[in-house]
């Protein structure tokens, strides 16, 4: 998935790291993120586990929104 991301999105941004799993093995993550007028794509390479990888695309309204919500969920606790 990354590969066809980032061929279509040639300025998406990437950062590495190394995860790892319970019993100690371990694997290179990839966040990428690509920010445009209205919103952001955002690739994560494992999510909960190395079979699930994560495409968001997200309007800056939209994540706005979101927010403000869980910040009024936080002030309910």
Known sequence: MYNSVKS?????????????????????QVNCLFEYDKGYLILKKYVSNIAESWLE?????????????????????
């Open 8 to 28: 279509k999105y040639p300025d998406l941004k990437c950062e590495k790291s190394i995860v790892k799993n319970r019993v100690g093995a371990q694997f290179e």
């Open 57 to 77: 695309l997200a309007s800056k309204e939209q994540i706005e929104k979101d927010h403000k919500e869980r910040l009024r969920e936080e002030k309910d606790i």
